[in-house]
């Protein structure tokens, strides 16, 4: 019995870095404070799926959207309904395991929240874009059916289970392991994937088209974007206590890794623009997804390889909107009070 007392005292002490194995249960003195901020702006960020209105989504659909249109939006959607409970699955079979900070397990708590209510955002969105159950069921089998969705499933797979055999991170290559899965999922598959999936969603709000549609999107995207912040802000965090991990060899394999990822979502804009949708080509959702490469490069700290502007000038406003001024949109960006009342017109 006291050996057993002995080794769950040792497991809960404050490791010496943010990787070493353990379970620390200790949350003063914080060591990692800007992930407890992290998920306090986390928790202001409360949304729920009953306030998208998608009154006007509908008749869109069936009136005043061409076929090519209406397939971009089908195949879209069926890439939503299981690339969330994806990453949902590698925040709790590796992420939480591995990131031994308290704070940090709170954060990521929160974010696997934030995944269930998108996935519930999706089935949503199949219920009402897609009557027919017989359609809706093979939305829902996109990673068997689609090969262009199966080829993203695939990439995303090979980085959970590759990590999702790792007990403990004791050595320097189970630690290099971790880190790309971190990054994968943060640069190619929140920075990329979903990006490049909200640029379709934002090009046809242009078109004044699914209205609600682009507002619940609009809530994704911040979320998305705070969890891509939380994963780098780990990656920098582990860079300043391990730097010895950052070698030529981890840098290699992150470029690798995005041209992977540009690869098999430009398949995936092929599917998606197959029809012909006016005003949209997948060499500009290629430029995009470059131009995205180069931001996820630069926030690892390494140096940019596409030199891709953006062709997607909506695009432009929307980062503006929605990822550097989190608070200072209504609608889309209201914060819950401490109490727990929703305010929805509150100027900040």
């Known amino acids: 019995m006291s050996s057993t007392i002995n080794d769950l005292s040792s497991s809960v002490t404050r490791p010496a870095r943010l990787l070493d194995p353990g379970l ?121 059916n689609i090969p262009s969705i199966a080829k993203k499933a695939a990439f995303c797979m090979r980085w959970l289970d590759s990590t999702q055999r790792i007990d403990r991170l004791e050595t320097r290559e189970q630690r290099r392991q971790f880190l790309l899965n971190l990054i994968c999922f943060a640069a190619c598959i929140e920075g990329l994937f979903f990006f490049g999936a909200f640029a379709y969603v934002y090009f046809l709000r242009s078109r004044g088209l699914l209205h609600g549609l682009a507002a619940g999107t609009s809530w994704v995207f911040r979320d998305e ?35 992977e990822a540009i690869a098999c979502e430009t398949q995936f804009a092929e599917d998606l623009l197959g029809g012909g949708v006016v005003g949209l080509s997948v060499a500009d959702v290629r430029g995009y997804l470059e131009f995205c490469a180069d931001q996820r490069l630069s926030t690892l700290g390494l140096r940019k390889k596409y030199g891709t502007k953006n062709p997607l000038a909506f695009m432009d406003l929307q980062d503006v909107q929605e990822v550097t001024n989190f608070f200072e949109r209504r609608v889309s960006a209201y914060q819950v009070g401490v109490t727990g009342e929703v305010v929805l017109d509150m100027a900040f």
């Not at 407890?36 to 009154?55: G, H």
């Not at 300043?240 to 995005?258: H, T």
Request: hydrophobic letters at 45%; aromatic letters at 12%; proline letters at 4%.
């Open 225 to 259: 974007s705070a969890h891509m912040a939380f994963a780098f802000e780990v990656v920098k965090t582990v860079q300043r206590e391990e730097p010895e991990l950052f070698d030529a060899s981890l840098e290699q394999d992150v470029y690798q890794m995005l041209d």
């Open 24 to 144: 620390c249960l200790t949350l003063r003195p914080m060591a990692y404070p800007t992930f407890f901020e992290m998920y306090r702006a986390a928790i202001k960020n409360t949304w729920t799926v009953e306030e998208v209105d998608f009154a006007t989504d509908v008749g869109d659909l069936n009136a005043k959207m061409t076929d090519a249109e209406r397939h971009l939006t089908h195949r879209l959607v069926a890439f939503f309904a299981t690339g969330d409970s994806i990453v949902a699955n590698n925040l709790v079979l590796n992420l939480y395991k591995h990131i031994n900070a308290p704070e940090a397990r709170m954060y990521l708590s929160r974010q696997l929240y934030e995944e269930a209510l998108h996935v519930q955002f999706y089935l949503t969105l199949l219920d009402t874009y897609v009557p027919d159950p017989n359609d809706r069921h093979r939305a829902f089998a996109a990673v068997e």
